[in-house]
């Protein structure tokens, strides 16, 4: 087999001539394993039930903590008879897998993983971890029918060859919205109601202005963390893939600072942002990028920004967070989408089904007896009882099933994820790794506060969404596009910047220079090698 280039694995090249240890090692000393191969221990673990099984996975540690508090957990436990034995990780995700490569290269990993699926795959070629698709077919019936029921989800999870190396789960489906100050718009006398197009929202920034910032100088209706470049969608400027082809940076920025500088909207978009910082409607500092997260949740709480546009659950956040006790009359809410001149809404970028982080990989030198019992615990999840359990919880103390046949919550979700770090509780937030698991999407929504479930469930539809094909890519074409991004994604966020801060005059013959400027720094090879992966996913 060709040997595959490795990328961004920090110690790969020292993993190819380092023996892959045993399996159930938790860190320290290799397990010893017994005639049949598998870790000693592993298929007769002590967890307090006899017959019980278990297996070791390593994890991130904040994770773990998360999933000792959770309630369903318990009763998978339960129903399952399987016992997953936890190694903490870092506190960190990113320093989580630079362990993974630690431990591949010195032959500590326990039996199962969390891992980028980039590692599982790259490293389950180069045997650290077990195909697991002939198993899956044997032994995770329930998982094998999802696998067959979504292609895209097979594709993705595949390699070349079709081996699965990694266990990717579902990851809740979002996008940011639109909060502001209810109260500050009442106040000044704006309805929130009427404002449809970017022009409404432009009109009523600077009403606010007036009437807010007259007195006060530290005052702009608009402000966020971050990066500011997070409008591009309003004026049809995200980037994207499909038959057609490909425009802008789309590998990892699907949802988040998606722009596509050839879009025909794409001027317009930054000569509106011109408009907005010129007349301080927005907060410069945010623009300019030295807004951190605190100072824009302090302007926000503080009364000196109404507006943001940002992760979907904020609006509560700040309610949840001192925004009431800052002023009796605070009230943050949701806005609608945005519409175009024809009363069309504006269909915004969203988190894509599935993520390449937080998968979950098997020890190549587990015995199949083990394998077999990691899917199991999977296959669980795949089941209808499992996906209710994960979801919803126990039928009578977490949810109720309503005469239509709906299910409804009856545990609080304030009372709930407010109990203190240990404690026990009933909790869905499904963007985080838990297991291996599909994800009911209007559950997510509405595991939240009533302003959260009703914005998302009035938001989160599928004709507001832009579509954001999964789509799968080579090492060689990840490795190619992680070095020419770290290139061009900068410098168009910087030539972007300076428009708009008019560090350099917008026109025409300056857009176009920026254009040729960013081709010649690889942005057309871009856009190249993803239309190829395109492609390539779906055939």
């Given at each position: 087999m060709k040997r595959r280039k490795v990328l961004s694995l920090l110690l790969a090249a020292v993993m190819l001539t380092v023996s892959i240890a045993g399996c159930g090692s938790?860190?320290?000393?290799?397990?010893?394993?017994?005639?049949?191969?598998?870790?000693?221990?592993?298929?007769?673990?002590?967890?307090?039930?006899?017959?019980?099984?278990?297996?070791?996975?390593?994890?991130?540690?904040?994770?773990?903590?998360?999933?000792?508090?959770?309630?369903w957990y318990d009763v998978a436990k339960e129903n399952t008879g399987i016992t997953v034995e936890y190694v903490d990780g870092p506190e960190e995700t990113?320093?989580?897998?630079?362990?993974?490569?630690?431990?591949?290269?010195?032959?500590?990993?326990?039996?199962?993983?969390?891992?980028?699926?980039?590692?599982?795959?790259?490293?389950?070629?180069?045997?650290?971890?077990?195909?697991?698709?002939?198993?899956?077919?044997?032994?995770?019936?329930?998982?094998?029918?999802?696998?067959?029921?979504?292609?895209?989800?097979?594709?993705?999870?595949?390699?070349?060859?079709?081996?699965?190396?990694?266990?990717?789960?579902?990851?809740?489906?979002?996008?940011?919205?639109?909060?502001?100050?209810?109260?500050?718009?009442?106040?000044?006398?704006?309805?929130?109601?009427?404002?449809?197009?970017?022009?409404?929202?432009?009109?009523?920034?600077?009403?606010?202005?007036?009437?807010?910032?007259?007195?006060?100088?530290?005052?702009?209706?608009?402000?966020?963390?971050?990066?500011?470049?997070?409008?591009?969608?309003?004026?049809?400027?995200?980037?994207?893939?499909?038959?057609?082809?490909?425009?802008?940076?789309?590998?990892?920025?699907?949802?988040?600072?998606?722009?596509?500088?050839?879009?025909?909207?794409?001027?317009?978009?930054?000569?509106?942002?011109?408009?907005?910082?010129?007349?301080?409607?927005?907060?410069?500092?945010?623009?300019?990028g030295t807004n951190s997260e605190g100072d824009w949740e302090s302007q926000t709480l503080e009364g000196n920004a109404s507006i943001f546009y940002d992760y979907y659950n904020r609006a509560e956040w700040f309610m949840s967070n001192g925004g009431p006790e800052t002023d009796p009359d605070y009230n943050m809410q949701v806005l609608d989408f945005l519409q175009d001149e024809n009363g069309n809404t504006m269909k915004v970028t969203k988190s894509l089904l599935y993520g390449s982080d937080c998968c979950i990989a098997?020890?190549?030198?587990?015995?199949?007896?083990?394998?077999?019992?990691?899917?199991?615990?999977?296959?669980?999840?795949?089941?209808?009882?499992?996906?209710?359990?994960?979801?919803?919880?126990?039928?009578?103390?977490?949810?109720?099933?309503?005469?239509?046949?709906?299910?409804?919550?009856?545990?609080?979700?304030?009372?709930e994820e407010s109990k203190g770090d240990g404690e026990k509780k009933w909790s869905f937030l499904s963007d985080r790794l838990t297991v291996c698991k599909p994800v009911d999407q209007a559950a997510f929504y509405s595991w939240n506060t009533e302003l959260i479930a009703e914005a998302a469930n009035r938001c989160f539809t599928e004709e507001n969404f832009l579509k954001r094909p999964v789509v799968c890519y080579t090492t060689e074409q990840e490795e190619e596009l992680s070095n020419l991004i770290a290139a061009v994604f900068d410098s168009e966020c910087a030539a972007l910047t300076g428009f708009i801060v008019g560090n350099t005059e917008l026109n025409e013959e300056n857009w176009n220079a920026m254009i040729e400027e960013m081709d010649a720094l690889g942005l057309s090879r871009i856009e190249e090698i993803q239309a190829e992966a395109y492609q390539n996913t779906i055939q």
């Open positions: 938790n860190g320290g000393t290799n397990a010893e394993t017994n005639q049949g191969g598998s870790a000693a221990g592993t298929e007769s673990a002590d967890t307090g039930n006899t017959g019980d099984k278990s297996y070791t996975m390593f994890i991130r540690s904040q994770y773990h903590d998360w999933i000792e508090e959770l309630n990113s320093d989580t897998y630079t362990e993974v490569d630690q431990r591949i290269a010195s032959g500590t990993l326990p039996e199962a993983t969390m891992c980028k699926l980039s590692q599982a795959k790259v490293y389950g070629s180069q045997g650290a971890f077990a195909d697991l698709a002939p198993y899956i077919k044997e032994y995770a019936p329930n998982y094998q029918a999802y696998i067959d029921a979504n292609p895209e989800y097979k594709t993705y999870v595949s390699d070349e060859s079709g081996a699965i190396y990694g266990l990717v789960k579902e990851t809740p489906v979002f996008a940011d919205l639109i909060g502001y100050r209810a109260d500050h718009f009442e106040k000044a006398g704006i309805d929130a109601f009427s404002i449809k197009t970017v022009e409404d929202f432009t009109e009523a920034m600077r009403t606010l202005k007036a009437y807010y910032g007259a007195d006060n100088s530290n005052y702009y209706p608009l402000s966020g963390r971050e990066s500011a470049l997070r409008f591009a969608a309003w004026f049809g400027a995200a980037s994207y893939v499909d038959e057609n082809g490909s425009g802008g940076i789309y590998y990892r920025y699907e949802k988040d600072n998606s722009f596509n500088v050839r879009a025909e909207g794409a001027y317009n978009w930054i000569e509106t942002m011109k408009t907005w910082y010129k007349e301080g409607l927005i907060n410069p500092s945010w623009v300019e098997v020890n190549s030198e587990c015995s199949e007896d083990t394998i077999r019992t990691i899917l199991e615990f999977t296959d669980y999840f795949y089941s209808e009882e499992g996906m209710t359990l994960a979801n919803w919880g126990v039928e009578g103390e977490s949810y109720q099933v309503n005469a239509d046949g709906s299910k409804e919550y009856i545990v609080d979700y304030q009372t």
